[in-house]
């Protein structure tokens, strides 16, 4: 478990998982799996809203690990908030490759 300012250059600096991921393939293509917590981060902290800049702009940019790691990975985001912004931003992230969101509810008041 890792936090997205790990993951890609903050001001410069590199972190040593993003070198690893950047510099070593073999150790990029064990990676099978991304899962990301509080994957709503990515539409509220990671852009730019309102005209106001990104709070946590490496949430932002995790779409270019995703990228890097190739087609193999698999990628879980998970969320328990529910807004436009998220909604917007997982249909727009939609490319060839990816099937598209699954919205599970387990919370009857928000079912009915």
Not at 11 to 37: C, E, M, S, T
Not at 46 to 65: C, I, N, T
Not at 82 to 93: G, I, M, Q, R, V
Request: aromatic share 10%.
């Amino acid at each position: 478990m890792v936090q997205p300012e790990q993951l890609s250059s903050i001001d410069g600096h590199l972190p040593r998982l993003a070198r690893l991921i950047n510099r070593d393939r073999k150790f990029a293509q064990r990676i099978r799996y991304l899962h990301v917590d509080e994957a709503h981060f990515i539409a509220t902290a990671g852009q730019a809203l309102y005209g106001v800049p990104a709070f946590r702009p490496a949430w932002g940019r995790l779409g270019e690990l995703r990228i890097k790691l190739g087609r193999q990975v698999v990628v879980q985001a998970l969320s328990g908030y529910e807004s436009h912004l998220w909604d917007s931003f997982l249909y727009a992230a939609a490319d060839a490759d990816f099937a598209g969101p699954a919205v599970t509810l387990r919370c009857p008041a928000i079912q009915q």
